[in-house]
Nanobody
């Protein structure tokens, strides 16, 4: 079992920045990929960024940077130059891809960008 707790969401003006955190606990040694996803009202959940256990990152938007602190078992999403269309619930995801696959999601944190 893996537990994920997101934090750092809130209301920010367009052009501003925000950093989200995702603290993982439980069987974290088995995780090989963590990511941030978002879901806006009436839209499908979409990938924002991922990071692997080897440190490889992938981001759907250059304004968003994913990073991690292994000592704190925490993954971060630094968001800059935010736009109203970035408004969504942001979810943290932890996966083990491959043998002994698993997939866990956090409860989500709301990010609202005002114009």
């Amino acid at each position: 079992q893996v537990q994920l707790v997101e934090s750092g969401g809130g209301l920010v003006q367009a052009g501003g920045s925000l950093r989200l955190s995702c603290a993982a606990s439980g069987s974290i040694f088995s995780i090989n990929t963590m990511g941030w996803y978002r879901q806006a009202p009436g839209k499908q959940r979409e990938l924002v960024a991922t990071i692997t256990s080897s440190g490889s990152t992938n981001s759907a938007d250059s304004r968003f940077t994913i990073s991690r602190d292994n000592a704190k078992n925490t993954v971060y999403l630094q968001m800059s130059s935010l736009k109203p269309e970035d408004t969504a619930v942001y979810y943290c995801r932890a996966q083990r891809i491959g043998a002994l696959y698993f997939d866990y999601w956090g409860q989500g944190t709301q990010v609202t960008v005002s114009s």
